[in-house]
RNA sequence: GCGCGCGUAGCUCAGCUGGUUAGAGCGUUCGCCUGAUAAGCGAGAGGUCGGUGGUUCGAGUCCACCCGUGCGCACCA
């Protein structure tokens, strides 16, 4: 107990902590202890373990473990289980990297099974580096915990898919999605947002001739799109023109827009009409690579045409873009698409056949220049969006056979369900949430992938039938060998890991047959977006339905998650849709209740952190230099919800002496004279009533924080709750200590003494307490040394209390008002010795307080005194002596009910002599007086606000309703008063220079020229031997080899010091 | 382009339902204190509360528009 090293380490404690909190189960104690509270829902948002923790990942997690941990210490049963977002892009992507394959004709080459155990050795990579992270900054969390390929987390996602299948909510459809050709995929909405950049594209107009001379004018920005074009657009009602150049040419385009295209002067308007009347108009195909099998190269009307751009006529190709593929199929037109899956050009298109689209534009747009189609080209740039797992790869819309969740259906209920959930901040609700979910489309679900869940749904090869299946024991049921393939291959290679067997290429040799019913049914290829897997964590993590149905049900919805804000249309979005979808009857909200947003690090210019700039410290080195608990105290007590945070090493050190060496010390102080006195914590601590005002004082600060960190936890600010202990720190170390230090050092016992131990000791135990969900290491290593609770197994841990609750007893909102009040005061009376050059050691005589509410400081006078060294403190009996004084309208009070008069109430009073106002106040208990309209007023002493200030001449300093001023004359006396105090000084910093033990006695020699000097070491013998605990003062030479010097006024003083 | 957030001291941020002298920490200058102190304390300097207009007796706070910044959305063919 009671141990404090010279230089604390605080890496060093918290390598020791995590040892003894590994050794001792301290986690798994503090949930078992708890095992019959009630629980508190937390769900992992799984992490994609295929990449190095940065400090996001950093932030998230000591964001999530703060608010679990608060909630332990409140009795409740928070399990929190770790989870792994092992499927999809991410992963394959990395294993293509890594084995320099690309594309679907190289990752077929290298095999798929080869290929997919590549993806679960990748996916357990990381693992190690986020479990040191993890542990370093003191994140509890369950590892045994689950991965999204784990079979039973397949067969969960299965179910879920089939559920909404059999609710026809699952479709395949033809449409245009955004498709990644080097990928071989499309992309959901979400994955393609992260994509987007801004780029330079071709702008160009392209003459599409009509064989009468006229040519219809269409802009785009996808020129390779041409050779596929089968229509073109207008907008109906809109005005069009045939416009007729200076060279003979006429062109059409919409009214509004030739001013845009051509140069003043160079046309006339031959003809005026609407957009309707160009309907059912044939033009000239641009190519002719291929057959569009239907109606095609005809003028229609379309109601997505605006005259915002281009010519209000747009070209369509509905093998591309979404509404020209929507607008193919209403008005029936034929169908050609010319490229590739793969993005290039196929064998019939000529000069540009087997060209990468993007590299066609250019050989079209020449060609079409030569030609003369080409009416103009420019450059335009514009977001558009790339692969987010291969930045160099532009995405293009394709139409594509694909299949999709019906969300946009649904989405009135997954708004409904999202605006139950409680939203730390509340904006995102409506806001970035909101807003998302009602912008939603139909979930793009399907991938031409390899590595993901494979999409349960299996096609008769004849008949054209569907059957979704939601588990292996279903598909075992149809045919008893479906897996036959697999087992020979788990036979010949032991190694085979089990999973594979829910996973491509096995899952595709699963078929099986129906009596009386022709053909073979056989699975559809695709695997599906791994935001699925994610979203179904709820209850996927527990097998749900095939298995687990109570550990669900007991664990569903989740009362909180938090993540960073681009969950947005991430976790949180996928969470909401499969929800909401698949749990039609439930309560809303789910599948969880609170969510705290986050916001993301930066580095201290604010600039995004980012691996290939370098512009951060790597996390685990900066947990080694600052600590993690100053790493954590920094990240949490910096952040509001929904913010960023900017994070570097200043801000951790600052972290450090600002909460970690401030309890530090505090603790040091109790402890060092905790050993000197032999002092040790007697339970029960005396009755809070019988202890001095300090002790009361600090006490009631206490509680008032304690109140306020649970209402901070309550609204989900754990910020707030940080910077309200950071307070109750602040005076505990700056007043508090300070105050009582005296206390400490007396000898013998005495109630007194034994108070302030108990109290300081009580105080810096909840402190600590209270401390653990943040900085977890420091609240451990106080704890341990103060010393208190050792529960049943002898295991004594600050994890496994409550958290203080709120007591009446100790609340005293009074005294700590009055407290505020005499430290007020004390400021006050330092800036005026500041101010006159008087420095504290000097004391004088007196201090006058001249206050508007006498009564509040009544008490502490003697506080105030000894602070200020002063030797006598005067409430004055005659105020206007010393201050003048100014009555103010209390606006609040008065607003309400002057109204429009208030400005004159201000300037009536600001124009009377104040002091007569508040004589008459003092007198009559009310201020009468005329406005400049004539009406007679009577204000009320609430309805007025009372200031005081000094009157010149006296050296005195004022705030508000509070004056004090001090008497600067410094007599001989005081002035060796103060001398002495000097010379108790030098001698103390002698000591602890020559690092003598606090308890250690002296005899001291001392010698001086200065005979005022010497008469006030005489004069103060006794006094400087008891502050010194020196047993004798002699004056005479100084010992030469340990004589200190010290210049006290004019004179000097020296001295030297040995021990007895 | 549309939407959301942010914009308060040199830096990082507080400022509740509008109430009149706008706060804290860091930094800086001066001073002080030290028997927990490689610490701490006080004071000074430093602010058109992004701008303009409006509502109101009163606006950092509410409204409108604008500017800057971050993010989100996305058929700009």
Redesign the pocket.
């Known amino acids: 107990m009671f141990e404090?090293e010279?230089?604390v380490s605080f890496p060093a404690l918290e390598r020791e902590h995590l040892a003894f909190w590994k050794e001792e189960r301290i986690f798994e104690r503090s949930l078992e202890q708890n095992r019959a509270g009630k629980p508190f829902i937390f769900y992992e948002g799984p992490p994609t373990a295929n990449g190095q923790p940065h400090w996001g990942s950093v932030f998230t997690r000591v964001s999530k473990d703060v608010f679990l941990r608060y909630q332990t210490m409140r009795g409740r049963f928070v399990p929190r289980r770790e989870g792994w977002d092992t499927h999809g892009l991410p992963v394959e992507v990395e294993v293509e990297k890594e084995l320099g394959v690309k594309g679907k004709a190289g990752i077929e080459a290298y095999g798929i099974e080869a290929f997919s155990r590549k993806c679960v050795q990748s996916v357990w990579r990381y693992i190690d580096a986020w479990h040191d992270m993890s542990q370093r900054i003191g994140f509890w969390l369950d590892t045994d915990g689950y991965a999204t390929y784990h079979t039973y987390y397949v067969e969960s996602v299965w179910w879920a898919l089939k559920t909404l299948f059999d609710k026809n909510l699952l479709y395949q459809d033809y449409k245009s999605i955004w498709w990644w050709p080097q990928g071989n995929t499309g992309l959901s909405?979400?994955e393609?947002?992260?994509g987007?950049r801004a780029v330079d594209?071709p702008?160009v107009v392209v003459r599409f001739r009509t064989g009468d001379g006229r040519s219809l004018l269409?802009?785009?920005?996808?020129p390779w799109?041409l050779p596929s074009n089968v229509a073109l657009?207008v907008?109906a009602k809109e005005n069009y023109a045939e416009v007729k150049q200076t060279d003979g040419d006429v062109l059409i385009m919409a009214r509004a827009l030739v001013e845009k295209h051509l140069p003043e002067d160079s046309y006339e308007i031959v003809r005026e009409f609407v957009g309707k009347d160009l309907e059912g108009l044939e033009y000239e195909p641009l190519y002719n690579w291929g057959d569009p099998g239907g109606k095609a190269h005809v003028v229609g009307c379309?109601d997505?045409?605006?005259?915002?751009?281009?010519?209000?006529?747009?070209?369509?190709?509905p093998a591309?873009?979404?509404?020209?593929n929507r607008y193919g199929k209403e008005q029936g037109l034929g169908f050609l698409q010319l490229v590739e899956p793969d993005g290039t050009f196929n064998a019939d298109s000529e000069f540009v056949a087997g060209m990468n689209f993007k590299a066609a534009d250019k050989p079209i747009m020449r060609d079409l220049k030569e030609r003369g189609l080409l009416f103009s080209q420019a450059t335009?740039r514009?977001?558009?969006?790339f692969c987010p797992r291969a930045p160099l790869d532009p995405l293009i819309?394709y139409a594509r056979k694909s299949w999709f969740i019906r969300t946009s259906t649904e989405k009135d209920r997954v708004v409904k369900n999202n605006a139950a959930v409680r939203w730390q901040?509340e904006?995102?609700r409506?806001?970035?949430m909101g807003?998302?979910l009602r912008?939603?489309?139909d979930w793009a679900l399907s991938r031409e992938r390899w590595w993901g869940t494979p999409l349960p749904i299996w096609i008769n090869d004849e008949t054209g039938t569907m059957e979704a299946v939601s588990s292996t024991a279903e598909i075992l049921v149809r045919n008893p060998d479906a897996f036959a393939a697999f087992d020979r291959a788990k036979a010949a290679d032991p190694d085979l890991p089990d999973d594979l067997r829910v996973h491509k290429p096995w899952i595709d040799e699963v078929t099986w047959t129906r009596d009386g019913e022709p053909g073979t049914y056989r699975r559809v290829p695709e695997v599906i977006d791994c935001w699925f897997d994610a979203g179904s964590m709820p209850f996927a993590q527990w097998g749900y339905p095939h298995q687990n149905r109570d550990k669900f049900e007991a664990a569903f919805p989740a009362d909180f998650i938090t993540e960073a804000?681009?969950q947005?249309?991430g976790w949180w979005n996928a969470m909401l849709q499969i929800s909401t979808l698949l749990f039609p009857d439930r309560a809303v909200p789910h599948p969880f209740r609170s969510c705290v947003v986050l916001?993301?690090i930066t580095d201290?210019?604010?600039k995004?952190q980012s691996k290939r700039l370098r512009n951060y410290e790597p996390p685990m080195e900066a947990l080694e230099k600052y600590s993690a608990d100053a790493v954590r105290w920094a990240l949490l007590s910096?952040?509001?919800p929904?913010?960023?945070?900017?994070f570097d090493g200043?801000?951790a050190t600052?972290a450090v002496?600002?909460l970690l060496?401030?309890v530090?010390?505090?603790?040091?102080?109790l402890a060092?004279?905790a050993r000197?006195d032999g002092w040790e914590p007697q339970p029960p601590p005396p009755p809070v009533a019988t202890r001095p005002t300090l002790d009361r004082w600090i006490l009631a600060e206490l509680d008032a924080t304690v109140r306020d960190v649970h209402a901070a936890f309550e609204r989900l600010e754990s910020?707030?709750a940080a910077?309200r202990l950071q307070a109750l720190v602040?005076g505990?170390?700056?007043w508090y200590?300070?105050r009582s230090?005296?206390r400490?050092?007396t000898e013998g016992d005495s109630a007194d003494k034994h108070a302030a131990f108990s109290t300081l000791h009580e105080v810096l135990c909840d402190v600590a307490t209270l401390l653990a969900p943040f900085t977890p290491f420091l609240a451990e290593t106080l704890f341990q040394r103060l010393g208190r609770g050792v529960d049943s197994d002898g295991v004594s841990s600050v994890h496994l209390l409550h958290l203080p609750d709120a007591r009446d007893e100790l609340a005293d909102d009074d005294l700590r008002a009055a407290m505020a009040a005499v430290?007020d005061l004390?400021?006050?009376g330092?800036?005026v010795?500041?101010?006159n050059?008087l420095?504290?050691?000097?004391p004088l005589a007196e201090a006058i307080l001249v206050l508007g509410d006498p009564s509040r400081v009544e008490g502490y006078t003697d506080m105030f005194a000894d602070e200020l060294n002063v030797k006598r403190v005067t409430l004055s009996d005659e105020p206007a002596k010393y201050v003048e004084y100014?009555v103010?309208?209390?606006?609040?009070?008065?607003?309400?009910k002057?109204?429009?008069?208030?400005?004159l109430c201000?300037k009536a009073l600001a124009a009377a002599d104040g002091s007569k106002l508040h004589a008459q106040l003092e007198s009559t208990g009310t201020i009468r007086m005329r406005l400049t309209d004539g009406d007679a007023f009577e204000l009320t002493r609430a309805e007025v606000?009372i200031?005081l200030?000094a009157k010149e001449g006296y050296a005195a300093?004022?705030?508000?309703d509070r004056v004090v001023v001090l008497d600067t004359r410094v007599t001989d006396e005081l002035k060796r008063e103060g001398a002495a105090?000097?010379v108790?000084?030098h001698i103390?910093?002698a000591?602890?220079k020559l690092d003598l033990?606090?308890?250690?006695r002296i005899q001291v020699t001392w010698h001086t020229d200065d005979d005022d000097l010497a008469q006030a070491v005489t004069e103060h013998e006794s006094h400087i031997r008891?502050?010194?605990?020196?047993t004798t003062t002699q004056r005479g030479a100084p010992n030469a080899d340990n004589k200190h010097e010290a210049s006290i006024d004019d004179a000097t003083l020296s001295f030297s010091i040995a021990t007895v």
């Open positions: 404090v010279q230089n909405a979400g393609v947002g992260e987007y594209d702008s269409a802009w785009t920005t996808t799109t657009a907008a379309g997505f045409v605006t005259l915002d751009s281009g010519t209000g006529i747009v070209h369509i190709a591309f873009g979404e509404d020209d335009y514009h977001d558009y969006p819309q901040p904006h995102i409506d806001g970035r807003d998302f912008n939603n489309v804000i681009d947005t249309r916001g993301f201290a210019e604010g995004k910096n952040t509001a929904g913010l960023g945070a900017k200043p801000i600052e002496r600002d060496l401030k530090w010390n505090v603790y040091s102080f060092t004279y000197i910020n707030v910077r602040d505990l170390s700056n200590v300070r230090r005296d400490f050092w430290r004390v400021a006050l330092l800036q010795r500041n101010v050059r420095k504290v050691r000097q100014e103010v309208p209390n606006f609040r009070a008065l607003g309400p002057l109204g429009k008069r208030m400005p201000k606000e200031r200030r300093a004022s705030h508000g105090r000097e108790i000084h103390q910093a000591r602890k033990k606090y308890e250690a008891r502050e010194t605990l020196a």
